[in-house]
């Protein structure tokens, strides 16, 4: 079964860090592209980031860029997210989704994990 | 404020068609394709309408897809309780970046 199982979600104080985890199985991680996207309480989705297959390409939404590092290890099937200075407005259940290849132009999110809740409060 | 434009409401009857509209520019609708999600409460979104209006598998041919210029559309019809749930269209900008719009909420009367 393909699945994304994703972990390290909680509490955390402004200014804090946290690392969010994403397990992939059921299918070859090492070949697709992978990305995060998060939703705020009662707020739609938001794209985080993505990283290529090889983590040669990588991209921020600019609401995250400096702040945020998108990872992966192919040898152990995981996406990670690294988030620095978090802000209030982080807080959001945050989802990893692996793309669906329709098109040499574009791709969509056909797989996604059950998310992981993170928190920035004081 | 999402980059895509959609209303935050929609409603219709059992059986009726019901469309959601998604207005973006020319960096991104306007020059990439469009997908559509649907989400049941407090799930994780579902791929429903890929590549403008194309279906994934298992998806019915209740829902279908069309895009134009800067604006694409979602209809459903014969509409079914079942498709209350909130509604995202998506797609990429020109600089590699994914868009979402702010998401439509359908409620079946």
């Known amino acids: 079964e393909v699945q994304l199982v994703e972990s390290g979600g909680g509490l955390v104080k402004p200014g804090g860090s946290l690392r969010l985890s994403c397990a992939a199985s059921g299918f070859t991680f090492s070949s697709y592209s992978m990305n995060w996207v998060r939703q705020a309480p009662g707020k739609g989705l938001e794209w985080v980031s993505s990283?290529?297959?090889?983590?040669?390409?990588?991209y921020y939404a600019d609401s995250v860029k400096g702040r945020f590092t998108i990872s992966r290890d192919n040898a152990k099937n995981s996406l990670y997210l690294q988030m620095n200075s978090l802000r209030a407005e982080d807080t959001a259940v945050y989802y990893c989704?692996?793309?669906?290849?329709?098109?040499?132009?574009?791709?969509?999110?056909?797989?996604w994990g059950q998310g992981t809740m993170v928190t920035v409060s004081s | 404020q999402s980059v895509l434009t959609q209303p935050p409401s929609a409603s219709g009857t059992p059986g009726q068609r019901v469309t959601i509209s998604c207005s973006g520019s020319?960096?991104?609708?306007?020059?990439?394709?469009v997908n559509w999600y649907q989400q049941l409460p407090g799930t994780a979104p579902k791929l429903l309408i890929y590549?403008?209006?194309q279906r994934p598998s298992g998806v019915p041919d209740r829902f279908s897809g069309s895009k134009s210029g800067t604006s694409a559309s979602l209809a459903i019809s014969g509409l079914q309780s079942e498709d209350e749930a909130d509604y995202y269209c998506?797609?990429?900008?020109?600089?590699?970046?994914?868009?979402f719009g702010g998401g439509t909420k359908l409620t079946v009367l």
């Open positions: 990283i290529s297959s090889s983590s040669s390409y990588i």
């Open positions: 998506a797609a990429w900008d020109d600089s590699l970046k994914g868009v």
């Open positions: 989704a692996r793309p669906y290849y329709y098109d040499s132009s574009g791709y969509a999110f056909d797989i």
């Open positions: 020319s960096s991104n609708i306007g020059s990439n394709t």
């Open positions: 590549s403008n209006n």
